[in-house]
C-alpha cells in the first residue's frame, strides 16, 4: 500500500530528476573515476584476465600459450587436492564462524563488565590482531615444536605424556594447529566490531529492563544480542569471505604440508601458479575460488534479505 | 534491489582480488623489497640490475664485487636482494611481464631449464671460458651442450655429527649402512636423538631418499629414469622408501619431522644443545647457520659422507650436492654485454674464492683457495668423489620435483607405501617427461 503512495510520487518527480541528473552525470562521475578506475584496473580486469588465463595450457613465462578450452575446468574437477583444500576451506569457515565470532562477542562482554584493569585487557586482547601474520606464523611454529614447543612442554608437566606430539607434522593434527592459530588472530577483530556496536546500543533501554528487573541474562538475550543481529551478519560474511580466501599463515606454517593436508584454495593457487609454473591450471584455481566465492556470497545475501523482509 | 547487485558484485571481486589472480605480492616476509621490483626492468644504459637471494657475508661478497666492476668496468650494477621462496614468484612473473632484470640467481637445472626452453635466457657458451669450472658446477646449468649460466657455489651434503657425543658412546664413523643403523640403536638406547631433520619444507628429507636410492641402485639410477631409459618405480626407490620408513620406526628422527622448519632452525636446534648427534644438511647451509648462530659448535662439529648399502650398486664418494647460486643472463636484457662481463667477473678467482669462504660451498671454480677448513676438506672430498648426483628436486622439471617432494614427505609420515611412493613419481615421469 505504501508503495503505492510512493509510486505516484516517484513518477512525477521521476522526470525532473532525470533532467538534474543527466546535468550531474559528469559530475558525478568526475567523483567517481579515481575508484572506478582502480577498481576496473585491479578488480574487473583482473578477474576477467584470469577467467581468460585459465583457457590456456600456459606456463606463465614463454609466448607460447596453447587454446585448451575447458580442460583446465574438467581437470580441476577431477583433481582430488582440489577437493581436499576445498573441504579444508569449508572446515577453516564453520571454524571462524562456531569461534571467532562467539569469542569475539564474549571478549566484547567482558570489556563491559567492571573488571579493575579493564584498559589493559582491552589492548591485551586486541594485541593478537596487530601482530605481522607472519611472526604469528613463526611464534606459533614454535609454540607446537614437538621437542621444546610450549603446548608439548606444557602437556608433559602435567603428566599427559601420551598426547604430546608433533602437532604440525602430523597430518591429523596439522590442520587443526593452524586453525587454533588463524582463530587466535582474527577473534579481537570481531571483538572490536562488537564492542563498537554495543556502545552504539542506548543506555534507555537497559534502564528500562532493570525498572522491569530484567536479570543480566534477559538484558543481553532480549536486548542485546538482537539488535547486535546486523552487525553479527556482517560478521558472518567477513569471517566466511576470509575463511574462503585464507592464504598467510598457512604459507608461513605448513605451506599446505604434510602431504597436502592442510592445504587451502589459495595455498594450492600459488603452489600451481608459481611453484609448478602451470599459470593456466593456477587461474583455473583463482576462477573456481571465484565461483565458489560468488555463489556462497549470494547464498548469504539473500538468507539476509529473506529475514530482513519477514522482519 | 540494487544494494544486492553491488554486495554480490563487490564481495566475490575483493576476494579474487586478494586472492591474488594478479601477482599481487601476499605478505610475503620481503613485500618491501618485492614490491619494488615492479616496473623495474632492466638497467639503463650504464648499469645492470642483479637479482640475488644472498644474505649475510654471501651478500657482501657480492656487493664487494658489483663495486670492483663498477670501478673497472664503469657500469653501475644495481643488486636486489630477495628471499628464497618469493623470489621464485617475483623471477616468473617479472619474466612473464616483461620487466626481469639483467642478471637472476637461480639453482640450475630443471628450474632453469624452464626459462631456457622459454627462451628467457642468453647463451653464453661462446663468452665463458668453459674449463675453468669444475664439471659438477657447470653441468647444472648446461642444457644440450649449451651452457646458460655461471655457477658461484656448490654444496656438498655430508652426515654431519657432533663427535662429543660419537666419543662418549665409542662410535666411529660408519662405512655400511648397517654400521649406521647399529649407531641409531646406541643412541637411541642413551636418549639421544640419532638424526636431526625438519622436513617441513621437504627438501631436507629428500636427501635420505637421494642417498639411500643411490647407494641401492647405483649411480645412473636417476639418470636413467630422468632419460626414459630407467623408471622411478625402480625397485631401488621402493628400497630407499622402505628404508626410509624403517628408520622412521626406529625413531631414528625427533617427534613431528614433517611440520617443523628447517627455516626458523628446528633441527639444528636439536644439534646445538645435543639432543641430536647427526643431520644431514649442505654444508652451505650447515657452516653459514652455525657461523652465525653457534660458532664454538665447530669444535665438536664433523662430517662423514653416507655409507654404502652391501649389496647395493653405490659407492660412500658418491656424493649428493648442487649448485647455489649460478647467475644467468636475461634475454629481456637491453645491456646483454655488461651482464655477461659481470657474470665473467664474480667467477673470477677473487671473487669465486671470497665467496666460498664466506659462503660455506665449495667453489665451482677451478683452482679456488680456502681459508675455511671444511671447506678445503670438502673441496678435497669432492675431488676424490667418483659421482656427483645433483638435487632431484632442482634436476627435474617443477612439477614433477614437487610430486618427489611431496612423495618423500608423506614417505616420513608413513601416509603412503614405498610402493604408491614410486608408482605416483612414474606416473608423473611418464605424463612430464617425454
Redesign the interface.
Known sequence: MATNVQNKVNAKSREAFKKKNRKNWLVILGFMAPALLF?GV???Y??G??FYYSLFDW??????MVFIGLQNYFEVIRDGVFWQASGNNALLIAASLLTQLPLGLIMALLLFSPIKGMRLFRTVYFMPFLM???AIG?LF??I?????GLVNQFLGAVGLESL????????DT?IW?VIITICWQFAPFYMILFRAAIVGISEDLYEAADIDGASAWRKFSGITLPLLRPIIITSA?LSV?GA??Y??LI?VM??G????STEL??TY???QT??????GYG?TI??M??II??IV??GI??VD?KRKADF | MNYKFSMAAILPAFLIFAAGCQPANPESPDGEEASSGENSGSGGENSIEVWHIETGAGEEVLQDAAERFEEQEGVAVNLKQYQNDPYKQQISTSMGGNAAPDVFHSWGGGWLENFVDADQVVNITDDVESDRFLEAGLGTVTFDEEIYGVPMGLDLVPVWYNKEIFDEYGLEEPETYDELLDIVDTLNENDVIPFALANQTQWPGAFYLMYLAEREGGEDLFADAFSREGSFDDEAYIEAGEKIQELVDENAFPDGINGSDYDTGQSRQLMYSGDAAMEIMTSGAMLKNVDDEMPEFKENLDYFMFPEIEGGEGAQNHLVGGVSPAFSVSEQSDNKEAAIDFLNFISEQETATNFANESGAVSPVEGAEYEDEYIKRLSETLNEADFVQTYYDQTLPPALAEVHLDTTQALFGGSITPEEAAEEMEQAAEEELE
Do not use: C, H
Open positions: 577498481y585491479y578488480v574487473v583482473a578477474i584476465m584470469t606456463n606463465g613465462i614463454d609466448s607460447n605481522s601474520t607472519v613463526i611454529i614454535y607446537f615444536d614437538a621437542n621444546y604430546q606430539r608433533g602437532w604440525l607434522g602430523n597430518e596439522a594447529a560474511i569471505i574462503l580466501k592464504f598467510d604459507y605448513t605451506g604440508g604434510p602431504n597436502n584454495m589459495a593457487m600459488y603452489d608459481f611453484t609448478n609454473f602451470s599459470m587461474s583463482s576462477s575460488m571465484f566465492a560468488f556470497t549470494l545475501i539473500t534479505n
